[in-house]
């Protein structure tokens, strides 16, 4: 028989965070401390509209733009929160911003051409790219730099005449780290340089720490035309499951996201949509779960201190990432072990890129209950390992 699997799902890269989804689903002793799902409840007044739409029968498609109440919303939300002075045209709905990323990346490279993305960054980025064709420009980030995105090794990575887009994520996935105005401000600059389109991810805008502050890029003098910022309601109304996100940036770039659209997924799901619409510019529950998210991060980083694990305090997100090389072991089979031997899920750092070798993503988004006893597990998993 002549072959039939496209090479392009051949080549991508094994992932572990399905398997993971799939054990937690099926195996319930273990606790997860791996994938990022909020573990509130979504506000109830969404909860309320999305089965008033459904009982009003609001059930068919819409719009490949995304529905004209929701994209209003969108934009007063941008202007106000995020000082990004976009109309309704600028914006495309999505069902989630994984969709957005790949749109954006449909209309911004041809195949053989590059797109900078950072290592570690959200697992998502470097495939997309590979699987239109397009050739990832691994943009690596240190430890000793606490993340930031570094446009010195930004300028060894690029391919000036084939590059057309950086990706960056701010709060980052998954180092916590929040990107400082002057970071950002440099990769302003590097992007007018060079040419670029920033493709911002801000799936984490809400959930920020402290002193820190989430900034979006294309709030910055002179950049609204070179920016597709990216936003999802996974996070911020606690709903992974029901699928909306979406983009904002330059018309001609949302007009072309819109037409590719048509031809995926062609739209989010309508009553979801009309919901959202009513309660995007709700924030009265956000700084609640904030708070209690700032509690867990806290109980992780003295866990943490006390186990002797080196980590960079994370400004947002709900992610730790700590080194565990003094163990001898891969970031994958210290993760397999703690798994078999502990049950307890944790994520690999090479899941986010070569430059996550000898570190682990634990996730806060679950009960402080859990996270103690998922703790309590890993340190005597430690302790076996006779470090």
Request: hydrophobic share 40%; aromatic share 8%.
């Amino acid at each position: 028989m002549r072959r039939i699997l496209a090479e392009r799902g051949e080549e991508l890269p094994r992932c572990v965070m399905g398997r993971l989804l799939s054990i937690i689903e099926r195996e319930r002793d273990v606790i997860s401390l791996g994938p990022g799902e909020p573990d509130f409840r979504p506000p109830e007044r969404l909860l309320e509209r999305i089965d008033y739409w459904l009982k009003k029968g609001e059930t068919r498609y819409s719009p490949p733009e995304g529905r004209e109440e929701l994209r209003e919303a969108i934009s007063r939300k941008l202007k106000k929160e995020n000082g990004i002075d976009v109309g309704p045209e600028q914006v495309v709905v999505t069902a989630g911003s994984t969709e957005a990323i790949l749109l954006a990346l449909m209309v911004l490279i041809d195949p053989g051409e590059g797109v900078l993305i950072p290592d570690p960054s959200f697992l998502t980025y470097r495939p997309t790219v590979e699987l239109i064709s397009g050739m990832p420009l691994l943009v690596p980030l240190s430890f000793d730099r606490d993340w930031q995105f570094d446009v010195d090794e930004a300028k060894k990575a690029i391919l000036p005449e084939k590059t057309n887009a950086i990706i960056i994520n701010t709060p980052n996935n998954p180092t916590g780290t929040v990107y400082s105005r002057k970071t950002l401000e440099e990769i302003a600059d590097f992007a007018n340089e060079y040419d670029l389109i920033i493709i911002s991810d801000e799936a984490y805008e809400k959930f920020v720490y402290g002193d820190f502050r989430h900034i979006s890029p294309a709030s910055l003098n002179g950049m609204e035309d070179r920016v597709i910022t990216l936003h999802s309601c996974s996070k911020t109304l606690a709903m992974p499951g029901l699928r909306v996100g979406w983009a904002s940036g330059p018309e001609k770039l949302i007009k072309a996201m819109v037409k590719i659209h048509l031809f995926s997924s062609l739209s989010a799901s309508t009553p979801v949509q009309l919901a959202v619409a009513e309660c995007l510019e709700d924030n009265s529950f956000i700084q609640g779960w904030v708070r209690e998210y700032g509690k867990r991060r806290q109980m992780v980083m003295e866990w943490l201190d006390k186990e002797g694990l080196e980590y960079r305090k994370p400004g947002g997100a709900f992610y730790l990432f700590p080194r565990i090389s003094r163990f001898g072991l891969s970031s994958f089979d210290f993760a397999k072990q703690a798994l078999e031997k502990a049950r307890v899920a944790v994520v690999p750092g090479t899941e986010f890129g070569k430059r996550g070798e000898g570190f682990i993503r634990i996730s806060y988004a679950t009960s402080p209950e859990l996270i103690e006893k998922g703790l309590e597990r890993l340190s005597g998993f430690l302790r076996s390992l006779g470090q």
